[in-house]
């Protein structure tokens, strides 16, 4: 361990992790002020399927250029051009609270997260040994489910004592003052910047090549769809699901969504220690699947008769599944690029991975509207999880690399 804490670890781990939550936190703002906001928005609270959908398919496009344009302006600088878009995107909202401006809102939000994950990746990747990797990895991204967290512990209470739109952009001074502080470590960290590095279309075909090319990879990220197909569709409706289907006030739906992402915080560093160590990284995504699936379908039978100990029980378990396995597939993306590609593989893993996100919550939504209720759509959720679990326990072979 003092090997790692030697190296630039030390200063851009915790600059990743406060970057990762404070963008979460606001592409999470959306979803956890829904159902006040839809009334002055003139939607439906289930219309955050089209809003999530945007922003995530803006984060597709913009994590396959990142590579280019991190290899030019740096890791910091393109965090912090993120940070400022997340800023916007949900200021905006607040100060402008109708749809077009919404969905706006959203493009931006999508601007900030498509950069995140392959920031992370490159810049933990290059400074981190390599059996240190998926722990590094996984407490980096605590910062999603730290972001969740946030967004719901602190947007219910600011709702209350105020309105949605005061509580959104008052979160975002801590995105704000995120991004100027960054300004103090950017030439430490961007120490390998090419200013004359080329930045274009190329970029990005490039990209989704290490990806299709390669049959482990590609193996991997279709696990990785149907992973963040369902846990999307989980975060973005668990909060409506909660108030308008089984009658919760928003402070407790808030609490049980935040103990969704909360859990997932200790489970993450969990695993991380647990992949590589005990079990391949590859067979662990398996039998987290497996644990997805069935947390999904105790969500299903929520009931507001449970006793508390009973709902924390099940929000854990969901936490800590169907929330708790990024940091390792990011890992898995790094460790089997091919030499020189970090970027490019994390960066291509992450168009498979938003695309679960941008079909999950449209989907789900549909399901509920037109296909039989929340229940139905519970139950694709826990089917294509237990499928992917499985289909990686099958194939763990393909994980290992030569």
């Given at each position: 361990?003092?090997?790692?804490?030697?190296?630039?670890?030390?200063?851009?781990?915790?600059?990743?992790?406060?970057?990762?939550?404070?963008?979460?936190?606001?592409?999470?703002?959306?979803p956890v002020v829904a159902v006040q906001a839809a009334a002055d928005l003139g939607v439906r609270p289930?219309?955050?399927?089209?809003?999530?959908?945007?922003?995530?398919?803006?984060?597709?496009?913009?994590?396959?250029?990142?590579?280019?344009?991190?290899?030019?302006?740096?890791?910091?600088?393109?965090?912090?051009?993120?940070?400022?878009?997340?800023?916007?995107?949900?200021?905006?909202?607040?100060?402008?609270?109708?749809?077009?401006?919404?969905?706006?809102?959203?493009?931006?939000?999508?601007?900030?997260?498509?950069?995140?994950?392959?920031?992370?990746?490159?810049?933990?990747?290059?400074?981190?040994?390599?059996?240190?990797?998926?722990?590094?990895?996984?407490?980096?991204?605590?910062?999603?489910?730290?972001?969740?967290?946030?967004?719901?512990?602190?947007?219910?209470?600011?709702?209350?004592?105020?309105?949605?739109?005061?509580?959104?952009?008052?979160?975002?001074?801590?995105?704000?003052?995120?991004?100027?502080?960054?300004?103090?470590?950017?030439?430490?960290?961007?120490?390998?910047?090419?200013?004359?590095?080329?930045?274009?279309?190329?970029?990005?075909?490039?990209?989704?090549?290490?990806?299709?090319?390669?049959?482990?990879?590609?193996?991997?990220?279709?696990?990785?769809?149907?992973?963040?197909?369902?846990?999307?569709?989980?975060?973005?409706?668990?909060?409506?699901?909660?108030?308008?289907?089984?009658?919760?006030?928003?402070?407790?739906a808030g609490g049980i969504f935040a103990i969704i992402h909360g859990s997932a915080i200790p489970a993450?560093?969990?695993?991380?220690?647990?992949?590589?160590?005990?079990?391949?990284?590859?067979?662990?995504?398996?039998?987290?699947?497996?644990?997805?699936?069935?947390?999904?379908?105790?969500?299903?039978?929520?009931?507001?008769?449970?006793?508390?100990?009973?709902?924390?029980?099940?929000?854990?378990?969901?936490?800590?599944?169907?929330?708790?396995?990024?940091?390792?597939?990011?890992?898995?993306?790094?460790?089997?690029?091919?030499?020189?590609?970090?970027?490019?593989?994390?960066?291509?893993?992450?168009?498979?991975?938003?695309?679960?996100?941008?079909?999950?919550?449209?989907?789900?939504?549909?399901?509920?509207?037109?296909?039989?209720?929340?229940?139905?759509?519970?139950?694709?959720?826990?089917?294509?999880?237990?499928?992917?679990?499985?289909?990686?326990?099958?194939?763990?072979?393909?994980?290992?690399?030569?």
């Amino acid at each position: 361990m003092r090997e790692l804490w030697q190296t630039k670890i030390r200063i851009a781990l915790p600059a990743m992790l406060a970057i990762q939550s404070f963008g979460t936190m606001c592409s999470f703002a959306g979803p956890v002020v829904a159902v006040q906001a839809a009334a002055d928005l003139g939607v439906r609270p289930t219309s955050i399927g089209i809003y999530v959908a945007v922003l995530y398919i803006v984060g597709m496009i913009g994590g396959l250029g990142a590579g280019g344009v991190m290899a030019r302006f740096g890791v910091i600088r393109t965090s912090q051009a993120a940070l400022l878009a997340a800023v916007l995107g949900v200021v905006l909202a607040g100060i402008f609270p109708i749809w077009p401006v919404a969905m706006a809102g959203a493009v931006l939000l999508g601007i900030a997260v498509g950069p995140l994950n392959p920031a992370g990746s490159r810049i933990l990747a290059r400074h981190a040994p390599a059996q240190w990797q998926p722990l590094v990895f996984s407490i980096k991204q605590t910062g999603t489910p730290m972001g969740g967290m946030l967004a719901g512990l602190l947007l219910p209470p600011l709702v209350a004592l105020y309105d949605w739109r005061i509580a959104v952009i008052l979160i975002a001074i801590i995105p704000a003052l995120t991004l100027l502080g960054l300004q103090t470590i950017r030439n430490d960290l961007d120490d390998d910047r090419d200013p004359a590095h080329p930045v274009g279309l190329g970029g990005i075909a490039d990209t989704l090549r290490v990806i299709v090319s390669n049959r482990p990879l590609i193996t991997l990220a279709a696990a990785g769809y149907f992973f963040t197909f369902a846990q999307l569709a989980i975060l973005s409706y668990a909060v409506i699901y909660l108030v308008e289907s089984k009658g919760l006030e928003i402070a407790m739906a808030g609490g049980i969504f935040a103990i969704i992402h909360g859990s997932a915080i200790p489970a993450r560093i969990f695993w991380g220690l647990v992949a590589g160590r005990y079990i391949s990284t590859w067979a662990l995504l398996g039998l987290i699947g497996i644990m997805m699936s069935g947390s999904i379908l105790a969500m299903s039978l929520f009931s507001p008769a449970w006793p508390f100990w009973l709902s924390a029980l099940v929000a854990v378990l969901l936490g800590a599944s169907i929330n708790g396995v990024l940091g390792l597939l990011l890992s898995e993306f790094a460790r089997l690029a091919p030499v020189g590609k970090v970027g490019e593989a994390t960066g291509g893993g992450q168009f498979f991975l938003f695309f679960g996100i941008v079909s999950g919550p449209p989907v789900f939504g549909a399901m509920v509207e037109f296909g039989g209720g929340y229940g139905n759509a519970f139950y694709l959720l826990s089917a294509v999880t237990l499928a992917a679990g499985i289909f990686l326990l099958a194939t763990t072979r393909r994980g290992r690399r030569d």
